[in-house]
């Protein structure tokens, strides 16, 4: 054992340790079997889940391992029963779907196809045609070209199908322009201008302090430059993306036109308030984008857009005598910015119906 | 002494009648050799458990070229070493003269000292000390073999083991 320490005084320390220590024993507590008997036991199932090989079989000593083989067959043949189930269910889906895509359009699946589809009267013997029911209702949609060969009726067919779609007020500037004649109301009353005070409205554009839109803007006073002008042009463009058709900005919830000599019905005697609809068709009433209160605030610059965002007016020191020339009915935005008696700059915007 | 060659095989075919036998028999014994590499007995009965799992299931790798509770008794070694090597980190490894010497042997006569005082002297030996004064003065090894167990140089273990010792015969006044 310790041959390197004969004349070592050290080995004095090693031996006293070694010879009281060596054979030092010292009971554990009681409970220690309970815990390694528990642990054992842990690790005895875990073995057993995951397959673990059993130590060799010893001279009739009986196992727990051993025993549970048994057990390890059913769970092992459980198992693989659940599979073959469950494949057996999704091939059952899989081929259940696959029935209705035999009828697409393609010649490659026509003879197993035919020959699970119900027969229709009248059968096309063609070879190359495709004769599933479907198939034959584009036929017959197309039956009055009989000169063309079975494959392009059934491509005129499915073209066919889809023009209808199109054909539909599905265009979207038509359906914009249809719906928006469908929120206005009907006014049958379309005069011809009368009354002296108002202007002409058959004054030609040049004249007309506001200018007809066709995606341009100018100002007949003076004119902003660009870049101010663009920036005023996203001023209402959240306004202008959550607009939704229906809704409107009176909180009285109906449109609010005025008229003149109307008395101030909105309640507000200082602000800037604005009427958001008005009738430019000549019949003298409500003719003009009027704001009330608007005589209170010279200083002010005037924004009107279309829906798609296009500037329609673009006015500074707004005195209230646009009448919309040129500019077709509909939903318009405004953002009227102003100088208050305090000289601070403010805005109001919202939306404004033009109804002849 | 020896186990009866029937009861090793019981052991190997992990029988809980043969497995709960020899705990009984060799418990105190594998307690003992704990409580030298720990520093409680506490951890000693943690260690001696995971010991005892080991053996239990590395029963079969038992190669019958020997004395079975020889066997055991070098999977308990290995098993006090490697909660050493586990806990080496929460070990901070401190200066001789930091050790605080508060067990004092008191005893003139060497051969007085009861085995509960060296006990405890013992455990209170720094990780490293203890386990080669251990492997070295009580298990015999060599100090090739320690330092392959260890996974350190011959050099470090016989720097340690003369530590251990000074660190000992201060405390035991040789």
């Known amino acids: 054992m310790n041959e390197e320490f004969n004349l070592d005084p050290n080995h004095e320390v090693d031996d006293l340790f070694r010879n009281t220590l060596g054979g030092y024993s010292e009971t554990p507590s009681d409970a220690a079997w309970s815990r390694l008997n528990k642990k054992l036991n842990y690790k005895e199932v875990h073995d057993f889940v995951t397959f673990k090989k059993p130590p060799a079989k010893s001279s009739g000593w009986p196992t727990p391992v051993y025993r549970m083989q048994w057990f390890r067959g059913i769970v092992a043949a459980s198992v693989g029963a659940a599979l073959v189930v469950s494949t057996i269910l999704l091939v059952n889906n899989l081929s259940q779907e ?225 009448n919309a020339y040129g500019v077709p009915d509909g939903t318009y935005f405004y953002l009227f910015t102003y100088k208050d008696e305090q000289g601070q700059k403010k805005s109001i915007q919202g939306v404004v119906y033009i109804i002849r | 002494m020896s186990i009866d060659e029937k009861l090793v095989d019981g052991v190997i075919a992990q029988n809980r009648k043969a497995q709960r036998s020899v705990f009984d028999r060799y418990r105190s014994m594998m307690m003992g050799i704990c409580m030298r590499y720990c520093k409680s007995r506490d951890e000693a009965e943690d260690v001696m458990m995971e010991g005892f799992m080991t053996i239990f299931s590395e029963a079969h790798t038992f190669r019958r070229d020997g004395a079975f509770e020889q066997w055991m008794k070098r999977i308990m070694i290995n098993t006090a070493i490697n909660n050493y090597r586990k806990n080496l980190k929460h070990y901070f490894h401190s200066d001789i003269d930091d050790i605080d010497e508060h067990t004092m042997i008191k005893s003139e006569v060497a051969e007085n000292y009861s085995a509960k005082d060296l006990m405890k002297v013992l455990q209170e030996l720094p990780e490293g000390y203890k386990v080669v004064f251990n492997l070295y003065a009580i298990e015999g090894y060599k100090h090739k073999e320690i330092a392959r167990m260890l996974n350190i140089t011959v050099g470090t273990s016989k720097s340690q083991l003369s530590k251990a010792r000074k660190m000992l015969q201060g405390k035991v006044k040789i």
């Open chain 1, 98 to 322: 696959a029935q209705p895509s035999n009828q697409h359009l393609t010649d490659s699946n026509v003879v197993s196809g035919s020959q699970k589809m119900v027969q229709p009267p009248t059968v096309n013997t063609d070879p190359n045609s495709v004769a599933t029911p479907y198939i034959q209702q584009l036929q017959n949609q197309t039956s009055d070209q009989p000169e063309n060969s079975v494959p392009s009726n059934v491509n005129s067919g499915v073209n066919e199908q889809r023009s209808i779609v199109n054909n539909q007020p599905g265009n979207l500037a038509d359906a914009r322009t249809r719906e928006e004649a469908n929120t206005q109301p009907v006014n049958a009353d379309s005069n011809p201008q009368q009354g002296s005070n108002l202007p002409d409205l058959n004054q030609q554009p040049d004249q007309n302090p506001a200018q007809s839109y066709a995606g341009r803007y100018e100002d007949a006073g003076q004119v902003d430059s660009l870049i101010a002008a663009a920036i005023r042009q996203d001023s209402l463009q959240q306004l202008i993306s959550d607009y939704n058709p229906g809704a409107n900005e009176d909180s009285t919830g109906e449109v609010n036109f005025y008229n003149p000599g109307q008395p101030n019905i909105t309640g507000n005697e200082n602000n800037p308030v604005v009427a958001n609809g008005f009738t430019p068709n000549g019949d003298g009433l409500n003719e003009y984008f009027y704001i009330y209160n608007l005589e209170k605030y010279p200083d002010n610059v005037l924004l009107i857009q279309d829906r798609k965002g296009r500037i329609v007016l673009d006015k500074k020191n707004y005195t209230g005598d646009w």
